[in-house]
């Protein structure tokens, strides 16, 4: 049965931002778990070659951010932009020569990220400005009362494989299943904020790091287990939250693939499906 939810209730703010450059410091070098220097892309620009669907892990980055990196140059207006973009909402580029584009929302790191299709990103330059269609904070799913939805656009909700079975359990399908033990970077955070970083995805590092998550692909709907984000992001026993993975490959120790978090509660309000294709890849 399809979620009801509060949708009509809901309001549409345009919010205001612009692709920020990528940005290092003058020692340039960082460290991975084995204490390996290394000077890789990472945050910040216009990044190309990944997108919802690609897999997250594997690539010669640091703090993968697909496709636009988006923030305000004012501090409360780049939080607003923070906290009220959703995944799935749109973002129309408007100037330069993208103008004219549209692109949605993946998720949130230190800024908020934008999937387009190649050929439009490649024209998109750091400087152009963008608005956000920022709808979906508030989203209720009003037959799941105990279940907290945030950063969600409730179009998106409409076309992931979520549903409300007839025992009163929301069904969700998830690409992976995460312990909680993944979970790094992020932790004590607002969980309206950037994301959650999993360890345990160090591709082409050690055997000893790995914890099986090595497959994740940008966009795949996952369960972390044992964590609430209903109000902020923390460990307690017999809850769960679903997130999106929007960032990707991380050789910084304690860090990794990140996932939105969009969905949580506690473990007996969910029922959860394993389902290879519980990804964003072409629904956005």
């Not at 703010?13 to 410091?25: C, H, K, R, T």
């Not at 037959?143 to 998106?156: F, I, R």
Request: overall charge negative; hydrophobic content about 40%.
């Amino acid at each position: 049965m399809a979620v009801r939810t509060n949708a009509d209730r809901l309001v549409t703010q345009i919010l205001a931002g612009e692709v920020w450059p990528a940005l290092a410091d003058r020692h340039g070098y960082r460290v991975d778990a084995d204490g390996t220097p290394f000077l890789l892309p990472g945050m910040g620009g216009v990044t190309l070659g990944v997108h919802p669907g690609d897999r997250a892990t594997g690539y010669e980055a640091d703090h993968l951010e697909p496709g636009l990196s988006v923030r305000h140059r004012d501090a409360g207006a780049n939080m607003a932009l923070q906290f009220l973009s959703c995944v799935g909402n749109t973002v129309t580029v408007r100037s330069g020569p993208a103008a004219g584009f549209t692109g949605k929302v993946i998720g949130q790191h230190a800024y908020v990220l934008v999937d387009l299709v190649e050929e439009e990103l490649a024209q998109v330059s750091t400087g152009d400005q963008v608005t956000v269609a920022a709808r979906g904070q508030g989203l209720k799913l009003l037959d799941h009362p105990d279940v907290v939805a945030k950063n969600l656009d409730p179009g998106l909700l409409d076309r992931l494989p979520v549903r409300t079975r007839a025992d009163g359990r929301l069904e969700v399908g998830v690409a992976a299943r995460v312990p909680a033990v993944a979970v790094g970077a992020g932790a004590g955070m607002v969980s309206e904020f950037a994301n959650t970083d999993l360890m345990g995805a160090y591709a082409g590092q050690g055997e000893d790091l790995s914890l099986g998550l090595e497959s994740l692909r940008i966009g795949d709907l996952v369960v972390l287990e044992d964590s609430d984000h209903r109000f902020g992001r923390g460990f307690r026993p017999g809850y769960l939250t679903i997130g999106v993975i929007s960032t990707g490959h991380c050789r910084l120790y304690g860090h990794g693939p990140g996932p939105s978090s969009i969905l949580s509660g506690p473990a007996e309000a969910f029922h959860i499906v394993d389902d290879p294709d519980a990804c964003l890849g072409g629904l956005l």
